[in-house]
């Protein structure tokens, strides 16, 4: 009868062990996809802001071009949207 209470407590001892081990597991994992949600929100939230930029300059470039400003070409390639000094071609 010793025994099997012996294997019994151990039993129950290792089962807690377990249980506690996997509360463990779980709240990491819950943490883990916090930190990679944290990351991805901070993503979009970079991308839409850059995003707003970006829709900003075109709105910028096309109203400028609308009343006649010119802008050199490689600014335009690489989103820096610099007036150029020179008159507008066809003028």
């Given at each position: 009868m010793k025994h099997f209470q012996d294997v019994n407590m151990f039993f129950l001892h290792t089962q807690n062990l377990s249980n506690e081990l996997n509360g463990k597991v779980v709240a990491f994992d819950a943490q883990q996809f916090n930190y990679e949600f944290c990351d991805t929100e901070k993503t979009l939230r970079s991308q839409i802001?850059?995003?707003?930029?970006?829709?900003?300059?075109?709105?910028?470039?096309?109203?400028?071009?609308?009343f006649g400003k010119e802008y050199k070409t490689e600014h335009v390639a690489i989103g820096v949207l610099e007036k150029s000094e020179y008159p507008k071609f066809g003028a």
């Open positions: 802001e850059d995003l707003k930029r970006e829709m900003q300059c075109n709105q910028t470039f096309l109203k400028d071009a609308t």
